[in-house]
Nanobody, 126 residues
């Protein structure tokens, strides 16, 4: 059973930095993706960043330059570094993994992902 556990969320002021982490267990990362999604209150869940085992990455346009996704293959973890936090970044952040291979073009599409963590809350105050 694949398990994804997120950590690192918190309450910060605008302009601050957070580093989220996702630990994946029982998941074969080879040729597959791990991604970060977020869901703000009253909004749909959206993909913000994804990384594949070959080093490919993809970012939502609105977070490019502020979000950085990285992986540690030895620890089977994926991190999301968020710089220059904005109030609109306030959301529950989820780690997700697909059942199998998905193309780069669909790496931020929610329904391509089967496994989800419980989420970690990020609150940014102005």
């Amino acid at each position: 059973q694949v398990q994804l556990v997120e950590s690192g969320g918190g309450s910060v002021q605008a302009g601050g930095t957070l580093r989220l982490s996702c630990a994946a267990s029982a998941y074969t990362y080879s040729r597959r993706w791990l991604a970060w999604f977020r869901q703000a209150p009253g909004k749909e869940r959206e993909g913000v960043a994804a990384t594949a085992s070959d080093g490919s990455t993809r970012y939502q346009e609105s977070v490019k330059g502020r979000f950085t996704i990285s992986k540690d293959d030895n620890k089977n973890t994926v991190a999301l570094q968020i710089n220059s936090l904005k109030p609109e970044d306030t959301a529950m952040y989820y780690c997700a993994a697909p059942l199998g291979w998905i193309p780069l073009s669909r790496s931020l599409v929610e329904h391509e992902y089967k496994y989800w963590g419980q989420g970690t809350q990020v609150i940014v105050s102005s």
